[in-house]
């Protein structure tokens, strides 16, 4: 039996529902109980859903847009907490990367560099060591001087690729961003986390394209309206999802 790194134990998770409010006069004249329904009102992303990782595993989620995958993500990095159920994390996890998270659009891209390595816990001393790695694997040239705010979603998620691929996780969560990236970018980062894969790194991997995820990971969730349809081996997972 493998170690796990990840384990989901009946997790639930919903958010408030904000848009249920009734006319206006109506609400003030049933206040409290107007206040108890919209504290009430929750919409719940998923329900009760159970599954584990394993240590070395390279894990897919797959499902509809809305369907809870970044929200699953989420949970893995503690940034959420379910409602009920557990979720067991074992192992130091990469923050979550996703398009722009952690960035500020006033500073520069070396700058941001700086900011996100101190923040994901590196040294400043340690990131200027690998400064120039950083820069390079991005292939932002002379934009690395430039704001942020300046750059298309495309460099945004250079930039934050290169980051997380500098850093030495034990669990990597990518979330979806290596889409809006060209295709020789797009290959690298691929590369890169076939990189991790082989030096035993935990991969949890949501994305769109099939062929990535088949790639990449050795086992698929598939998520349907808040529950797990189906975890498998990855093609067959992959290929009942084309076919659904
Ligand atoms: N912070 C939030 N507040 C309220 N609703 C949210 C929040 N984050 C996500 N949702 C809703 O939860 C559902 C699942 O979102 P998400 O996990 O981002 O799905 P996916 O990544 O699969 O597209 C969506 O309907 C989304 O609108
Ligand atoms: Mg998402």
Not at 3 to 9: G, L, N, S
Not at 187 to 202: A, H, I, N, Q, S
């Amino acid at each position: 039996m493998s170690e796990k790194a990840i384990v989901f134990d009946r997790v639930s998770k919903s958010y408030p529902r904000y848009h249920q409010i009734m006319g206006i006069k109506n609400f003030l004249f049933h206040l409290p109980t107007a206040i108890r329904s919209l504290k009430n009102a929750r919409y719940e992303v998923l329900n009760g859903i159970s599954f584990e990782v394993y240590r070395g595993e390279s894990f897919g989620i797959i499902g509809r847009n809305g369907v809870g995958k970044s929200t699953t993500l989420g949970l893995i990095a503690g940034v959420l907490r379910p409602d009920s159920g557990r979720v067991i994390v074992n192992g130091r996890i990469s923050p979550l990367l996703e398009l722009g998270g952690g960035f500020h659009p006033e500073l520069t891209g070396r700058e941001n560099i700086i900011l996100n390595g101190v923040l994901l816990g590196m040294t400043r001393a340690e990131v200027l060591k690998r400064m120039d790695e950083i820069i390079e694997f991005s292939e932002l040239g002379e934009f690395i001087d430039q704001p942020l705010r300046t750059y298309s979603s495309g460099m945004y998620a250079r930039l934050g690729f290169s980051v997380i691929a500098h850093l030495d996780p034990e669990i990597l969560l990518i979330d979806e961003v290596l889409a809006v990236g060209d295709i020789g970018f797009q290959k690298k980062c691929l590369d890169k986390m076939l990189g991790f894969k082989r030096m035993g790194v935990t991969i949890v991997f949501v994305s769109h394209s099939m062929g990535d995820i088949e790639k990449i990971c050795d086992r698929v969730m598939w998520l349907e309206d808040k529950r797990v349809r189906e975890v498998n081996e990855s093609k067959k997972v992959i290929t009942d999802y084309i076919n659904r």
